[in-house]
Protein backbone atom coordinates (compact mmCIF):
# COMPACT_ATOMS: atom_id res chain seq x y z
CA UNK A 1 0.00 0.00 0.00
CA UNK A 2 1.94 3.25 -1.28
CA UNK A 3 -0.45 5.65 -2.13
CA UNK A 4 -0.64 9.63 -0.43
CA UNK A 5 -3.30 8.47 2.77
CA UNK A 6 -0.57 6.27 3.45
CA UNK A 7 2.61 8.69 2.92
CA UNK A 8 0.85 11.03 5.16
CA UNK A 9 -0.01 8.97 7.59
CA UNK A 10 3.36 7.43 8.19
CA UNK A 11 4.84 11.46 8.06
CA UNK A 12 2.34 12.05 10.77
CA UNK A 13 3.57 9.19 13.13
CA UNK A 14 7.31 10.27 11.84
CA UNK A 15 6.54 13.62 13.11
CA UNK A 16 9.02 15.14 15.99
CA UNK A 17 7.70 18.61 17.69
CA UNK A 18 11.14 19.20 19.34
CA UNK A 19 13.04 18.99 15.59
CA UNK A 20 10.40 20.68 13.61
CA UNK A 21 11.02 23.94 16.16
CA UNK A 22 14.99 23.53 15.70
CA UNK A 23 14.40 23.30 11.88
CA UNK A 24 11.49 26.28 11.69
CA UNK A 25 14.40 28.50 12.98
CA UNK A 26 17.27 27.50 10.65
CA UNK A 27 15.17 27.46 7.70
CA UNK A 28 14.05 31.18 8.83
CA UNK A 29 10.30 30.90 8.96
CA UNK A 30 9.73 33.81 10.81
CA UNK A 31 7.40 36.25 9.74
CA UNK A 32 9.65 38.67 7.21
CA UNK A 33 12.36 36.31 6.83
CA UNK A 34 12.74 34.27 3.48
CA UNK A 35 11.06 30.91 4.58
CA UNK A 36 7.83 32.70 6.86
CA UNK A 37 5.06 30.08 6.84
CA UNK A 38 7.05 27.12 6.29
CA UNK A 39 6.15 24.18 8.28
CA UNK A 40 7.98 21.06 9.82
CA UNK A 41 7.10 17.93 11.03
CA UNK A 42 10.92 17.34 12.41
CA UNK A 43 11.55 14.45 10.39
CA UNK A 44 15.36 14.21 9.18
CA UNK A 45 16.42 13.81 5.46
CA UNK A 46 17.85 10.20 5.47
CA UNK A 47 14.58 9.13 6.75
CA UNK A 48 12.82 11.10 4.01
CA UNK A 49 14.58 9.58 1.23
CA UNK A 50 13.50 5.90 1.96
CA UNK A 51 10.14 7.12 2.37
CA UNK A 52 10.90 8.54 -1.38
CA UNK A 53 12.12 5.16 -2.09
CA UNK A 54 9.35 3.13 -0.80
CA UNK A 55 6.73 5.50 -2.05
CA UNK A 56 8.50 6.01 -5.84
CA UNK A 57 5.67 5.42 -7.84
CA UNK A 58 3.37 7.80 -6.87
CA UNK A 59 1.68 9.30 -9.59
CA UNK A 60 1.63 13.14 -10.56
CA UNK A 61 -0.99 14.02 -9.35
CA UNK A 62 -0.18 12.77 -6.02
CA UNK A 63 3.05 14.19 -6.40
CA UNK A 64 1.35 17.73 -7.01
CA UNK A 65 -0.64 17.27 -3.94
CA UNK A 66 2.89 17.16 -2.05
CA UNK A 67 4.53 20.04 -3.96
CA UNK A 68 0.89 21.93 -2.80
CA UNK A 69 1.25 21.48 1.14
CA UNK A 70 2.54 24.11 3.49
CA UNK A 71 4.58 21.04 5.05
CA UNK A 72 8.33 21.34 3.71
CA UNK A 73 8.56 17.42 4.43
CA UNK A 74 5.65 16.89 2.16
CA UNK A 75 7.28 19.17 -0.67
CA UNK A 76 10.99 17.72 -0.43
CA UNK A 77 9.92 13.95 -0.51
CA UNK A 78 7.86 14.95 -3.66
CA UNK A 79 10.82 15.90 -5.15
CA UNK A 80 12.96 13.13 -4.16
CA UNK A 81 10.42 10.95 -5.50
CA UNK A 82 10.12 12.99 -8.70
CA UNK A 83 14.25 12.93 -9.14
CA UNK A 84 13.82 8.56 -8.77
CA UNK A 85 11.28 9.06 -11.55
CA UNK A 86 13.15 11.55 -13.81
CA UNK A 87 16.37 9.03 -13.88
CA UNK A 88 14.78 5.93 -14.83
CA UNK A 89 12.40 7.72 -17.11
CA UNK A 90 12.64 7.81 -21.16
CA UNK A 91 13.03 11.14 -23.36
CA UNK A 92 9.39 12.23 -23.17
CA UNK A 93 9.28 11.13 -19.52
CA UNK A 94 11.81 13.72 -18.82
CA UNK A 95 10.66 16.25 -20.83
CA UNK A 96 7.41 15.57 -18.95
CA UNK A 97 9.02 16.27 -15.42
CA UNK A 98 11.23 19.01 -16.54
CA UNK A 99 8.43 21.16 -17.81
CA UNK A 100 6.31 19.78 -14.50
CA UNK A 101 9.13 20.74 -12.23
CA UNK A 102 9.25 24.53 -13.47
CA UNK A 103 5.81 24.98 -13.08
CA UNK A 104 6.02 24.25 -9.41
CA UNK A 105 8.98 26.51 -8.80
CA UNK A 106 6.13 28.65 -6.62
CA UNK A 107 6.63 25.65 -4.39
CA UNK A 108 9.85 24.84 -4.27
CA UNK A 109 10.44 27.77 -1.83
CA UNK A 110 13.47 27.07 0.43
CA UNK A 111 17.18 26.42 -0.27
CA UNK A 112 17.06 23.14 0.48
CA UNK A 113 14.43 21.72 -1.29
CA UNK A 114 16.33 24.25 -4.68
CA UNK A 115 19.61 22.43 -3.97
CA UNK A 116 18.47 18.90 -3.97
CA UNK A 117 16.41 19.37 -7.12
CA UNK A 118 17.73 21.81 -9.35
CA UNK A 119 20.80 20.11 -10.55
CA UNK A 120 19.65 16.46 -10.63
CA UNK A 121 15.66 17.54 -12.98
CA UNK A 122 16.87 21.46 -14.57
CA UNK A 123 20.31 21.00 -14.93
CA UNK A 124 20.42 17.39 -15.77
CA UNK A 125 17.65 18.10 -18.48
CA UNK A 126 19.78 20.71 -20.20
CA UNK A 127 22.89 19.51 -20.28
CA UNK A 128 22.70 19.14 -24.22
CA UNK A 129 20.08 21.53 -24.85
CA UNK A 130 19.39 25.36 -25.22
CA UNK A 131 19.55 27.32 -21.52
CA UNK A 132 17.64 30.08 -22.45
CA UNK A 133 14.78 28.95 -19.82
CA UNK A 134 17.80 29.77 -16.90
CA UNK A 135 18.25 33.13 -18.19
CA UNK A 136 14.62 34.23 -17.69
CA UNK A 137 14.51 32.59 -14.35
CA UNK A 138 17.50 34.27 -13.32
CA UNK A 139 16.07 37.67 -13.79
CA UNK A 140 12.99 36.68 -11.93
CA UNK A 141 11.91 38.42 -8.87
CA UNK A 142 11.25 34.94 -6.87
CA UNK A 143 14.75 34.48 -4.79
CA UNK A 144 13.82 30.93 -5.51
CA UNK A 145 13.96 31.09 -9.19
CA UNK A 146 16.86 32.37 -9.32
CA UNK A 147 18.46 30.64 -7.46
CA UNK A 148 17.39 27.44 -9.46
CA UNK A 149 18.98 28.87 -12.37
CA UNK A 150 22.40 29.05 -10.28
CA UNK A 151 21.85 25.51 -8.22
CA UNK A 152 20.90 23.89 -12.22
CA UNK A 153 24.57 24.96 -13.69
CA UNK A 154 25.61 22.37 -10.93
CA UNK A 155 25.14 19.80 -13.22
CA UNK A 156 27.34 21.50 -16.02
CA UNK A 157 29.63 22.41 -14.09
CA UNK A 158 30.30 18.57 -13.17
CA UNK A 159 30.53 17.78 -17.18
CA UNK A 160 33.49 20.53 -17.25
CA UNK A 161 30.60 23.05 -18.79
CA UNK A 162 31.47 26.87 -17.35
CA UNK A 163 29.98 29.06 -19.94
CA UNK A 164 26.83 29.36 -18.25
CA UNK A 165 27.79 29.30 -14.66
CA UNK A 166 30.25 32.51 -15.73
CA UNK A 167 27.37 34.17 -17.18
CA UNK A 168 24.72 33.90 -15.06
CA UNK A 169 27.20 34.49 -11.94
CA UNK A 170 28.21 37.71 -13.47
CA UNK A 171 24.24 38.79 -13.64
CA UNK A 172 23.88 38.44 -10.44
CA UNK A 173 26.76 40.24 -9.33
CA UNK A 174 24.30 43.03 -8.13
CA UNK A 175 21.93 40.69 -6.89
CA UNK A 176 20.90 41.85 -2.98
CA UNK A 177 19.86 38.50 -1.04
CA UNK A 178 22.97 36.75 1.00
CA UNK A 179 20.81 33.21 -0.16
CA UNK A 180 21.74 33.91 -4.04
CA UNK A 181 25.93 35.19 -3.29
CA UNK A 182 25.91 32.35 -1.46
CA UNK A 183 24.78 30.00 -4.45
CA UNK A 184 27.07 31.79 -6.68
CA UNK A 185 30.36 32.10 -4.81
CA UNK A 186 29.19 28.19 -4.18
CA UNK A 187 29.05 27.22 -7.94
CA UNK A 188 32.04 29.38 -8.61
CA UNK A 189 34.46 27.18 -5.94
CA UNK A 190 32.84 24.21 -7.46
CA UNK A 191 34.22 25.43 -11.31
CA UNK A 192 37.70 26.66 -9.42
CA UNK A 193 37.59 23.03 -8.19
CA UNK A 194 37.89 21.66 -12.03
CA UNK A 195 39.61 24.23 -13.48
CA UNK A 196 41.30 27.07 -11.41
CA UNK A 197 42.70 29.58 -14.05
CA UNK A 198 38.78 29.63 -15.20
CA UNK A 199 37.76 31.03 -11.81
CA UNK A 200 40.27 33.35 -11.42
CA UNK A 201 39.97 35.14 -14.77
CA UNK A 202 36.22 35.33 -13.63
CA UNK A 203 38.13 36.71 -9.83
CA UNK A 204 40.61 39.01 -11.81
CA UNK A 205 37.65 40.75 -14.39
CA UNK A 206 34.46 40.78 -10.98
CA UNK A 207 36.24 40.40 -7.55
CA UNK A 208 35.77 44.31 -7.12
CA UNK A 209 32.12 44.25 -7.57
CA UNK A 210 31.33 40.68 -6.12
CA UNK A 211 29.47 40.79 -2.64
CA UNK A 212 31.50 39.75 0.28
CA UNK A 213 29.97 36.72 0.90
CA UNK A 214 29.68 35.27 -2.45
CA UNK A 215 33.71 36.14 -2.76
CA UNK A 216 34.27 34.40 0.23
CA UNK A 217 32.13 31.04 -0.99
CA UNK A 218 34.61 31.87 -4.33
CA UNK A 219 37.91 31.36 -3.03
CA UNK A 220 37.62 28.85 -0.36
CA UNK A 221 39.68 26.20 -1.81
CA UNK A 222 42.42 28.36 -3.15
CA UNK A 223 45.76 28.39 -1.44
CA UNK A 224 46.33 31.35 1.40
CA UNK A 225 47.91 33.55 -0.43
CA UNK A 226 45.35 33.73 -3.36
CA UNK A 227 42.61 33.90 -1.21
CA UNK A 228 44.64 36.67 0.94
CA UNK A 229 45.18 38.57 -2.20
CA UNK A 230 41.54 39.16 -3.37
CA UNK A 231 40.19 40.01 0.00
CA UNK A 232 42.91 42.53 0.93
CA UNK A 233 41.66 44.19 -2.06
CA UNK A 234 37.97 44.25 -0.85
CA UNK A 235 36.56 46.93 1.61
Known amino acids: MNNLRYLKKKLNKLANPKQAKILQG???TGKGEYGEGDVFLGIKV??????ALEFKDLKLSDIQKLLNSKIHEERLIALFILIGQYIKSDATGKKLIFNFYLKNTKNINNWDLVDL?????????LLNKPRKILYKLVKSKN????RTAVLATFSFIRNNDFKDVLKISKI????KHDLIHKAVGWMLRETGKRDEKILEKFLNEN????PRTMLRYAIEKLNNEKRGFYLKKVI
Request: net charge positive; no cysteine; aromatic share 16%.
Open 143 to 146: LWER
Open 117 to 125: SAPNIVGNY
Open 46 to 51: PIQRKL
Open 26 to 28: FFK
Open 172 to 175: LLSD
Open 207 to 210: YIKM
